[in-house]
């Protein structure tokens, strides 16, 4: 066998375990309760009416007068009998079994033609869309009841004019729903794409908008479904749907209705069967309608909760006691990412993370997002967290206030200190008081954090007046303050736009006012300049650092950006696969790193002055975080990799100045990094430190 074959060949259970990581649609709905309690009932009910004909039954419609009215449980008659002596067993198994053939048969019916007139409208607009709602419009003018009768009585009394009466008077309801969600999607840009790309029309409806519909088509019809069956069941009372002898729900309630105070079981029966069918398949259709739509296929289908839920076994450092006081050197932990840092070494840490790990549970794997993460922030510091897309940045950063939902994520292990206090042992109540309170956050993207149907100027009272006893003109004017605080020209005015009213910088300024609205201890600033233009990134930078330094506030600030690292960050974190693998001083880190991750990450960084030099990529992918090899993660991408790098745990230690890696053989200083990416990169094989990003700015190697 060739080592390619043998390749092929291990790497195949692997492939097919990737393939079962995402739970399957069944799977997904079980895992819903409520949803698999309907389920089961409704299986229950339609195993029962499909095996009518082989079950042990009498006949249903065969009249007894002399064992008319007989009570539950009697001889023969598990169910009693109804007033012409006939078996109510029976007659419930075979009626439910005509009810929901109708029901069934008539939403399928009103599915398919109001879907089809709902994405034609919504997709073609203009005349069509016109014409056919009106005529939808003119359908809705009559109460769906009336019509419905009116339709019996012009086809005759019977079950199936009963099921084309209650599908049509059901069309506009699919119809209106369809054709709502329609024209939001036909004017989207994967839309416009297919169009350009040569597709038509009916490819178009087919491919690309209907699978976004199908969610809203399942969850009307599995609602649509239960009222069909209350319909028929409403006209076969009223004598035009079933016609005697034939048996349904809804005429076993007719016939109920003449013996109600006398025998209510005869009534009581079907209208519990109706009941259950209709509530069970309700209950379903949720199920259904979350296990279609992508954004719930997590494993666990619930709504987040308030705060990221806390292992039961979570594992706690062994160290001593989170420091409160101002004797920061001399601590157990002071090894662990910078809890000896010289410059602050007489103030006691704002924010103090040890061995921080928090895991997505996606459905029978695993992830481990951050695997023992150690970070510590004193007043007025701002440390910058760096590492590739997917490293665990965000994350870490929304685990110290327990912002990663729940489902899926879970704080496995750890402690969050903040001014000595663990947060992972907090209440509810203290996290809510802390939350823009004493922490705020600053996100990458203004526009999906702001409200889009409030004023930017009610949003940031709104976070004051949560905090502070203000009345509500007191906050309008600390609000008014804010903006002018943080250069919002007109501010005044402004304070009445909408996000979508205000460029994307002036959305960033309003989200950092908003978390400088209660004079924060610590600012986590997830990546606030990614989307913004070059001017308008220097000017947001800028403005973080002087409010920081006026404030003495301590700054996370997230980004896989060294240039943006040079202009604002003290202290640098960087991370890899869920862990610091280097720490130290900006300084020391952008001119004599230590670990090989951190040299090829300046390297990848453009250089003025020097346009001959190339830019290659860090070669190879991160490891998937639910499969992490054993000993280094970056083993398998890293030019000086050793035998001994791919065994055992690999500490974060002390290695020069400032600096602590996580690393076996770290580069010396000044040393470049032989072969790969690196060494065609680097001018004349030498190292490169990463100028500031913005003209005018200044690399902050100490503290203020």
């Not at 696969?577 to 453009?606: F, K, N, S, W």
């Amino acid at each position: 066998m060739t080592g390619a074959a043998a390749a092929t060949q291990s790497a195949a259970p692997s492939q097919q375990r990737q393939r079962r990581e995402r739970p399957s649609t069944l799977a997904l709905i079980l895992n819903n309760r409520l949803a698999a309690v309907g389920l089961g009932i409704l299986a229950v009910v339609v195993l029962a009416a499909l095996a009518a004909p082989i079950l042990p039954l009498a006949d249903p419609d065969a009249t007894d007068p002399a064992n008319r009215l007989a009570p539950l449980f009697s001889a023969g008659h598990l169910l009693g009998t109804d007033a012409l002596g006939r078996d109510m067993l029976s007659r419930l198994i075979w009626g439910t079994r005509v009810s929901l053939l109708v029901g069934f048969s008539a939403s399928l019916i009103a599915a398919f033609f109001g879907s089809a007139i709902g994405l034609v409208a919504g997709y073609a607009g203009g005349r069509a869309d016109q014409v056919l709602m009106r005529l939808i419009d003119l359908m809705m003018a009559f109460p769906y009841i009336l019509l419905a009768l009116a339709i019996v009585a012009i086809l005759g009394p019977g079950l199936i004019n009963a099921l084309y009466a209650i599908a049509i008077v059901n069309v506009p309801f699919f119809a209106r729903n369809i054709r709502g969600i329609t024209v939001g999607l036909a004017r989207r840009e994967f839309v416009d794409a297919a169009r350009l790309s040569g597709k038509g029309p009916l490819r178009i409806l087919w491919s690309d908008i209907m699978p976004n519909v199908l969610p809203t088509i399942v969850i009307t019809l599995s609602t649509t479904v239960g009222w069909m069956i209350l319909e028929t069941a409403g006209l076969s009372f009223l004598g035009l749907g079933a016609q005697p002898p034939q048996a349904d729900l809804g005429s076993m309630l007719g016939d109920g209705r003449k013996v109600m105070f006398t025998a209510p079981t005869i009534s009581l029966v079907p209208g519990l069967m109706i009941f259950l069918i209709v509530v069970s398949i309700n209950l379903i259709g949720d199920g259904i309608r979350d296990a279609l739509d992508p954004r719930l296929r997590s494993g666990a289908l619930a709504r987040p909760s308030f705060r990221t839920r806390m292992a039961k076994d979570r594992r706690r450092p062994q160290e001593e006691p989170i420091p409160a006081d101002t004797s920061g050197g001399g601590h157990p932990g002071a090894d662990r990412a910078g809890w000896n840092n010289e410059d602050h070494r007489d103030e006691a840490p704002i924010l103090a993370v040890r061995d921080l790990r928090t895991d997505f549970h996606m459905g029978s794997e695993i992830y481990h997002a951050t695997g023992g993460v150690d970070l510590v922030i004193r007043p007025g510091e701002c440390l910058g967290l760096v590492g590739e897309s997917g490293s665990g940045k965000s994350v870490t950063a929304m685990s110290i206030m327990g912002l990663v939902p729940s489902p899926p994520g879970v704080i496995a292990g750890g402690r969050i200190g903040f001014k000595g206090e663990d947060l992972a042992e907090a209440s509810d109540r203290r996290i809510r008081q802390l939350r823009g309170g004493a922490v705020s956050h600053v996100f990458q993207d203004p526009l999906a954090t702001l409200h889009p149907l409030f004023c930017v100027g009610d949003q940031i009272v709104e976070a004051i007046r949560a905090h502070q006893p203000l009345s509500r003109r007191d906050a309008e004017t600390k609000a008014r303050e804010l903006l002018d605080l943080v250069r919002i020209p007109n501010a005044a005015q402004r304070m009445k736009a909408l996000p979508h009213e205000l460029s994307g910088g002036l959305r960033q300024r309003v989200s950092i006012a908003m978390a400088l609205a209660n004079d924060p201890e610590l600012i986590i600033a997830d990546e606030p300049t990614t989307a913004l233009d070059v001017t308008v990134q220097a000017e947001v930078l800028r403005l973080l650092d002087e409010l920081r330094r006026e404030r003495n506030t301590a700054v996370l600030f997230i980004t896989h950006d060294f240039g943006v690292v040079s202009e604002i960050a003290d202290r640098v974190a960087v991370m890899y696969a869920g862990r610091i693998v280097e720490t130290g001083r900006t300084e020391e880190i952008l001119t004599q790193p230590a670990h090989p991750y951190t040299r090829m990450l300046i390297d990848c960084v453009p250089v003025m002055g020097e346009p001959e030099r190339r830019l290659d990529a860090v070669p190879g992918r991160p490891p998937a975080v639910n499969r992490l090899p054993p000993g280094c993660a970056f083993a398998d991408r890293c030019p000086r990799v050793e035998a001994d790098c791919r065994t055992g745990e690999i500490p974060l230690e002390d290695k020069r100045g400032s600096l602590q890696a996580r690393c076996l053989h770290p580069l010396s200083p000044g040393e470049a990094l032989s072969g790969g990416a690196t060494s065609k990169g680097s001018q004349g094989g030498k190292p490169h430190r990463p100028e500031p990003r913005y003209p005018g700015a200044h690399a902050q190697g100490t503290s203020p």
